[in-house]
């Protein structure tokens, strides 16, 4: 895997902490965590990793695992303030000394409380206020970010955080959560336009599989092609608009929005944990029914209340997610051939497991190790059948927030200790910089040295 960029993700909310610091103003997700019941244990991103503080020394970590490229998130609330911006300012320039490619996204589901409060993504005047914030803090970095993401993951946004409520801030409403998703990638497309430098997006795109052609093909419309649709092709596709034309006659959607979605895409950026299996269902609407507590439970799929999402075979990582890599495969090169000319890079890949730190200092996380290996085989599969695959960031750098699971789970390469921060480097830590070593890393991963399929 010559001339490919290795890299590990976090995100704002789950590693900074420094919750209240320098004039950082609430965001919905320190409501949501503030809010008994929503969160595993009652925990909040209060101090999470304490890397807001401790941020050299996680450069020192990137450093020695040898990383080609750090991807990580903005804090919308924090750059209310200026001083939250040279945060940002000092870190980009950390990492450029080191070498390291910063990949900055300004998304990562992090909303001010207060555009919450005027109506969140479910306002049109949100996504111009986003535009703002992307012209801004783009002017203040400018070309030192290697590569901007505008959004991560816009799905969970829409359809977690306003469809089925298990994410901030935790509507269940179907007709909020397809305008939350238009106004999302209207939101793109202005930002792409405001940014300085190279564009991408992060969608966690569903490899949704079943007998049944048509749920598959439903799900995949309200999963993914929602945002491929408007954000690479320019229009909403037409099979998604009918099937929900019973919950919304899409009137949000104002002339010229769609043209304004689609903006040119330095690459696309793609998060994959497990597959989705479907299938319809032949009797009583699941649901309908109720979840053993006497509550109905609000589904993200909306319009699909008839589709079952079936359990699939293990062996499962912490999180209950099956471990397939060869989904991660299959999606590629279904990207490779439905957008040939669009580079890909995987953004979020990794696992949960329970791990501790033996007497002797050691985080034995054998599975991790076994997962990513699966995975990194499942990307250079699809890079032999041609698929134009960029990098690999692996899902996390370190142990941190897991959103409504709190500190539960850990998806971290290095271990956090969240009584004392100390941080230790699990097996998978000395494992992914071994393959960092292994493979050369090219001086670009976009743009201008765009490689062939055949070098
Ligand atoms: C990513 O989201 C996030 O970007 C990251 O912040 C997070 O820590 C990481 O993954 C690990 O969770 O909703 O029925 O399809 C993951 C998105 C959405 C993937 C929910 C799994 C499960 C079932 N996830 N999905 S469903």
Redesign the pocket.
């Given at each position: 895997m010559n001339d490919f960029v290795w890299g590990a993700a976090t995100?704002a909310y789950?590693i900074e902490g420094a919750a209240r610091e320098d004039g950082r103003v609430p965001s919905i997700w320190d409501t949501y965590s503030h809010t008994p019941g929503l969160v595993l244990n009652g925990d909040t991103g209060d101090v999470a990793a304490d890397h807001y503080h401790r941020w050299p020394e996680d450069i020192g970590i990137m450093r020695e695992l040898g990383l080609g490229a750090y991807r990580f998130s903005i804090s919308w609330p924090r750059v209310y303030d200026q001083r939250g911006i040279d945060f940002y300012s000092r870190l980009v320039d950390a990492l450029l000394e080191q070498g390291i490619k910063p990949v900055a996204t300004l998304y990562?589901w992090d909303l001010p409380q207060e555009l919450e409060d005027a109506g969140g993504w479910t306002a049109r005047d949100t996504a111009y206020r986003f535009a703002e914030y992307a012209e801004r803090i783009g002017a203040a970095l400018g070309d030192r970010v290697h590569l901007w993401t505008t959004f991560?993951?816009p799905w969970?946004s829409a359809f977690?955080g306003y469809g089925s409520g298990v994410h901030a801030p935790g509507r269940t409403d179907p007709v909020a959560a397809l305008t939350a998703a238009h106004h999302l990638n209207l939101a793109h497309g202005l930002a792409a336009r405001a940014l300085p430098g190279p564009v991408s997006v992060t969608l966690?795109l569903?490899h949704v599989r079943g007998d049944d052609a048509d749920a598959v093909r439903q799900v995949d419309a309200v999963a993914n092609r929602v945002f491929l649709g408007p954000m690479l092709e320019g229009a909403y596709p037409a099979d998604l608009l009918e099937d929900t034309r019973g919950i919304t006659d899409w009137s949000f959607v104002q002339d010229g929005d769609e043209a304004t979605c689609q903006a040119p895409l330095e690459m696309l950026e793609v998060?994959y944990?497990?597959p989705?299996l479907v299938r319809r269902w032949d009797g009583v609407s699941p649901r309908a029914t109720a979840d053993g507590h006497g509550n109905s439970t609000a589904s993200?799929w909306v319009g699909c209340d008839d589709i079952e999402?079936l359990q699939q075979p293990g062996p499962y990582t912490a999180?209950g997610?099956p471990i397939d890599a060869t989904g991660l495969t299959e999606l590629l090169l279904r990207l490779h051939r439905e957008y040939p000319g669009v580079p890909l890079v995987i953004t979020?890949n990794g696992a949960a497991f329970d791990d501790r730190v033996d007497p002797d200092g050691r985080v034995r996380d054998q599975r991790r190790i076994e997962y990513l290996r699966d995975h990194l085989s499942a990307v250079e599969r699809a890079r032999d059948e041609g698929a134009d695959v960029r990098g690999y960031f692996v899902?996390?750098l370190l142990d941190?927030f897991?959103?409504a699971y709190g500190y539960s789970k850990r998806?971290g390469i290095v271990h956090v200790d969240y009584a004392t921060q100390k941080r230790t480097w699990k097996d998978s830590a000395h494992w992914y910089q071994d393959v960092v070593a292994r493979f050369p890393q090219g001086p670009k991963f976009s743009g201008a040295t765009r490689r062939s399929a055949s070098t």
């Open positions: 995100a789950q990562h991560n993951e969970c977690l966690n569903h998060n944990y497990a989705t993200p999402f999180m997610w979020e899902w996390s941190n897991e959103w998806f």
